[in-house]
């Protein structure tokens, strides 16, 4: 992996701004006699598989028309890596970015990764700080507010990889650090707005995958602990319509033991999909699980949707005896079946 | 030139499109199973010659694509063949758009409200990572593909020509033209009658 140029841009907030209130971008050109910067960005760089993890793809023209203007200004900066095409970039992520954002430095790190051209862009929010210095034998202590990477780890950042760029550059992968609660703020401002993107795996696929893996494996095992688990969490899954999460967060959220997140994950045509950022569908998950049953040893099934199971059947546990209860319903006969299977 | 790039493709045709087209198939009817009058399925890997035809096109003198096995993004297609032009909409809005994520989406009609031929609703969609995964080749595989949404009729009319279309060298003359465009006209009332009495029908 090689890093060939950075670029940086001071982006002001302008989102909202008058036109004659707005700052023009300022920009440089970050170069290895910059050693301790080039350095840290280089080795974002490079770590930036790991750490982009939410996948995205641009979105068509809202006519339906296959144009991005985020990553038509991309390929004009991939193929013509230079200071003023890059600053497209950073017009683009500055008519975007809010007061609440604030002033934030972009970076464009270009350059190559087993033959194929590879572009991180980093946005750092400005900060404060004190600088204190001795002179003379004297400190002088001056408080800055433009302070940029205080915390390095604070950052949002995208990062895209291709050999052609007819071919290549509609998948992605993004990330913010910023923000410690999930996708929502990073798919609005960072991928939405300046991206013009939205996560690759759509809410019905992710939620899909979600609920045939527990449908799946609560079908699959025959340990009690496991079942109650699962349909537990199914059962309670109903109120995460809207939310985005990954598989993997869903069985942290609702405490799945080891073998139960097991289970799951086994389930997953690929293990990466544990990890895949979707939002919850309640709509695509109750096409996928929309009842419940409860088996008896009497050879009793006890059937009713999902969310309606608990009113429909009170249960009762027999006194004396473990691991037996009575099921009761009230309710008129609205329909009476002869079924081939369960 | 064209050698060289007749054999690439065959390569990549052989080696991945066959494979991926068919996976993609069972993928496709795995997701659509639960969905009323999908007639058929169909995918195909883009032939060989049908990919050096369209790579040889010349738009305003100049050639349309010069990085073809890059850039034209047929090279997997998918199509979904349902009952009525209302089935159009709805497996467009709740099967395609729902899970697949696209990058273009347009209605393909003729030109002219005078003119009649192809018809279709077609979009180009990212190939799911279901699909792509597992090849050993994954690095080649291309990153799109392009799905229609036909009608019984639509297809139909499709299918007989682009049959005519690769049978010969010569350019059809006025005759067959109007004769092909009578049979667009045709199929494109038929599917109106259709729906109407699939809504009458339904009401």
New interface residues.
């Given amino acids: 992996m090689r890093v060939d140029q950075i670029f940086c841009y001071l982006v002001h907030p302008e989102k909202g701004l008058d036109e004659d209130k707005r700052e023009e971008v300022k920009s440089t050109v970050i170069k290895p006699n910059n050693p301790r910067l080039f350095r840290l960005l280089s080795i974002a760089f490079e770590k930036a598989d790991y750490e982009c993890k939410h996948e995205i ?4 023209m809202e006519d ?3 144009s ?1 203007d985020c990553r038509n200004e991309i390929i004009d900066f991939v193929e013509n890596p230079d200071e003023l095409v890059g600053a497209y970039l950073a017009k683009r992520l500055q008519s975007v970015t809010t007061n609440k954002s604030g002033l934030g430095l972009l970076f464009l790190v270009l350059g190559e990764n087993r033959g194929k051209k590879r572009l991180y862009m980093a946005r750092f929010p400005a900060d404060i700080g004190i600088l204190a210095e001795e002179e003379q034998g004297n400190l002088n202590i001056v408080f800055v507010e433009k302070v940029f990477m205080r915390n390095a780890l604070a950052y949002k950042a995208a990062l895209y990889e291709g050999a ?1 760029t ?3 550059f ?2 992605g992968s993004a990330v913010d650090k910023q923000i410690s609660d999930g996708v929502r703020e990073i798919s609005n401002y960072w991928i939405r707005d300046f991206l013009l993107s ?1 996560l ?3 809410p ?2 992710g939620t ?1 995958r979600l609920a045939i893996a527990l449908r799946e494996a609560a079908n699959i095992t025959d340990d009690s602990g496991i079942k109650s688990e699962l349909i537990s969490a199914a059962v309670l899954a109903r109120g995460l319509d809207g939310q985005f999460l990954s598989i993997e967060e869903f069985a942290d959220r609702y405490g799945f033991s080891d073998k139960t997140k097991e289970v799951v994950l086994t389930q997953l ?2 293990p ?2 544990a990890h895949t950022q979707f939002q919850f569908s309640l709509e ?1 998950y109750t ?1 996928n699980i929309p009842y419940k049953m409860v088996e008896i040893d009497n050879g009793a099934a006890l059937l009713a949707t999902v969310e309606k199971f608990d009113d429909c059947f009170s249960t009762e546990v027999v006194e004396g005896v473990d691991n037996v209860f009575i099921f009761s319903t009230t309710g008129k006969i609205v329909n009476q079946q002869l079924r081939k299977s369960k | 030139m064209k050698s060289e790039l007749i054999s690439r493709y065959r390569k990549l045709r052989e080696n991945i499109l066959v494979h991926v087209s068919r996976d993609l198939k069972g993928y496709i009817e795995s ?1 659509i199973q ?1 969905f009323i009058r999908v007639d058929g399925i169909y995918t195909r890997a883009k032939s060989v010659d049908s990919f050096i035809k369209k790579a040889e096109q010349i738009d305003n003198g100049i050639v349309k694509y010069k ?1 073809p096995i ?2 034209i993004q047929d090279q997997i297609g998918a199509r979904i063949v349902v009952n009525y032009l209302s089935d159009v909409k709805r497996i467009k809005e709740e099967f395609v758009e ?9 209605r393909i009609v003729p030109d002219s409200d005078k003119e009649f031929g192809y018809f279709g609703e077609h979009y ?1 969609l ?1 190939l ?3 699909v792509i ?1 597992g090849f050993e080749n994954e690095e080649n595989c ?3 593909f392009e799905m229609q949404i036909h009608t019984l009729f639509q297809h139909a009319w499709g299918e007989a020509n682009h049959d005519l279309a690769f049978k010969g060298d010569k350019e059809l003359d006025s005759l067959s033209k109007r004769k092909v465009a009578f049979t667009s006209a045709q199929a494109w009332g038929a599917d109106l009658i259709f729906e109407e009495l699939h809504k009458g029908m339904m009401n």
């Fill in positions: 793809a641009f979105s068509p339906g028309r296959q991005n052609s007819d071919r290549d509609w998948i939205e690759r795996t759509t019905a696929l899909r045509k690929l990466r999909f695509e096409k | 997701l639960d990085d890059n850039q729902l899970y697949f994520k696209h990058i273009e989406n347009k180009i990212l799911p990572e279901d995964d291309p990153v799109l």
